[in-house]
């Protein structure tokens, strides 16, 4: 264990439980706890959201995905990049507008029905768990690189630190981790960019033509087809990347942190320039590790490549790079689980437990301890599916999480403030259907059977997509449409005309619950 490693890691958590003491000190009722009381800037909600957006998944698995497949790699960088025009131009306005702690909150401006905000809660803890199960395989095997601990110890003291977040710091404390940890993951990236990028004379022609001769793929490392060989299939990653942030609970969440509409463009405007930035910068650390690192050594430390940019930090600035590296890395996971646990905790306490079993009476003492138990409950259901996702790529499972977020909640967001004929029984019908033909979809993929054991089942899959995107999400939309027009209930044409108003004014949105 190196002694700078485990004195960086322990600043880290340090600082972290530092800010959340203070946030618990300000956490006193339920606007705080689920969203900071709405008393963030545009610019510190912008910079939670990039902290909350660049996970595991962007820093670790992209790296890795460059470096051991080329191009291909860079579709991920592609896709999560241009998924914030969706959000900026469709969702941020029309949620900030309606909602006030949850993405149901939104849905049930315009339908009343019990049950539709209970399928909205059910989808946003089945994808915070998705998302949280990528956050916790990359956790688990940086603090075994970092600290030479055991895959499962390092997997529960993740689980352990991201509930102490959320359980008494709420939605404030993960706010300033996220800032916090966004500022450091910029730094560090910066850093090894431009170690990188001096190794090739600070020349782009010349990385790039290095480039060619520096991986066992040779010159088909610039092209595209190394991993995804099948058209269908690279489609199908791209569209549930570019439409599933518009769909993803503790992106969306951000959102009601701040005061207003105007608030919340500017928070997304902020975001797309910090995680643009950060997007073009992975190409450096992939190509960084693909070439001083080299593909042995990185599927010889993790065979999804997860370890690709601490690998590299190591190899251009030694054990004290690498641990700074590992270390904001760590930030980086512990910031993004404890968005995630606060989503899903948020959805059961206000969604299920406040508006459908106590009918909207519970006090709001009692929604804040609702939620920090089913913070508690979310954390360990999420450590047991993590410790069976060890051998997966990072990147590769936060694509899952997009494809049910684009399926079963793109739909009903876009229908509710669109479509003015969509009624509850579509509302219902997209929802379920997006969700459970992602969930079986995947469940019969190269992503869960593999005949040569290196997913979670040993077998041949049913279905060859291993991102379900290209059916799925069509799927949700289409079950919405005709749920809607063969559906005798008839749209509240009245209600449809006031949410319009609303979602684009703000006017009473205060009013709203």
Request: net charge neutral.
């Amino acid at each position: 264990m190196s002694m700078t490693a485990f004195i960086l890691f322990i600043a880290i958590v340090g600082l972290t439980l530092v800010i959340t003491y203070f946030a618990a000190k300000k956490t006193s009722n339920a606007s705080d706890f689920y969203t900071a009381g709405g008393g963030l800037t545009g610019f510190q909600n912008g910079l939670a959201i990039a902290g909350d957006y660049m996970s595991a998944a962007s820093f670790l698995g992209i790296a890795g995905m460059i470096a051991l497949n080329g191009f291909d790699g860079f579709f991920y960088s592609i896709g999560f990049l241009v998924a914030y025009l969706v959000v900026l131009y469709v969702v941020a306005e029309p949620l900030r507008n309606l909602g006030k702690y949850t993405m149901a909150d939104m849905i049930a401006a315009r339908f009343k029905r019990p049950a539709i905000r209970g399928v909205a809660a059910f989808n946003t803890i089945t994808v915070s768990t998705f998302y949280m199960i990528a956050q916790l395989v990359g956790a688990g095997a940086l603090i075994k690189l970092l600290l030479g601990i055991d895959y499962w110890i390092a997997v529960l003291i993740v689980g352990v630190l991201m509930t102490i977040y959320v359980v008494f710091g709420g939605m404030i404390a993960t706010s300033w981790v996220q800032i916090t940890k966004a500022v450091l993951l910029m730094l560090g990236t910066l850093i090894i960019s431009l170690l990188v990028f001096a190794k090739f004379d600070f020349s782009l022609l010349k990385m790039f033509e290095e480039m060619k001769t520096a991986t066992p793929l040779g010159g088909s490392f610039l092209h595209p087809g190394n991993k995804y060989d099948v058209p269908l299939e690279t489609l199908s990653l791209n569209l549930a990347l570019v439409l599933g942030t518009a769909g993803l609970p503790h992106i969306l969440i951000r959102f009601y942190t701040v005061k207003d509409a105007i608030s919340a463009r500017k928070s997304v405007l902020s975001a797309t320039w910090i995680i643009g930035i950060f997007y073009l910068m992975t190409v450096f650390l992939g190509f960084g590790a693909a070439a001083f690192v080299g593909t042995d050594a990185i599927t010889a430390e993790d065979a999804a490549g997860n370890m690709a940019a601490p690998l590299l930090a190591q190899a251009l600035g030694g054990d004290l790079l690498f641990a700074f590296v590992s270390a904001i890395a760590f930030a980086t996971i512990l910031a993004v689980v404890t968005g995630l646990v606060l989503s899903a905790a948020s959805a059961f306490a206000h969604d299920f437990y406040s508006q459908i079993v106590r009918k909207g009476k519970a006090s709001e003492r009692e929604q804040v301890k609702a939620a920090r138990f089913a913070s508690i409950g979310v954390a360990i259901l999420s450590i047991i599916l993590a410790l069976f996702a060890q051998s997966l790529n990072v990147a590769f499972l936060v694509s899952l999480a997009f494809a049910v977020a684009a399926s079963a909640n793109l739909p009903l967001i876009i229908f509710t403030v669109f479509w003015k004929r969509f009624n509850s029984t579509g509302a219902i019908a997209g929802s379920l259907v997006g969700l459970l033909s992602a969930l079986i979809i995947v469940s019969l993929s190269p992503s869960v059977w593999d005949p040569s054991g290196a997913a979670i089942f040993t077998g041949d899959p049913l279905i060859p997509l291993s991102n379900p995107g290209i059916i799925s999400i069509p799927l949700g939309f289409l079950a919405a449409y005709l749920g809607t027009i063969f559906s005798s209930e008839k749209a509240d044409e009245d209600t449809f005309t006031e949410i319009q108003v609303k979602a684009h004014t703000g006017m009473h949105m205060d009013t709203d619950s």
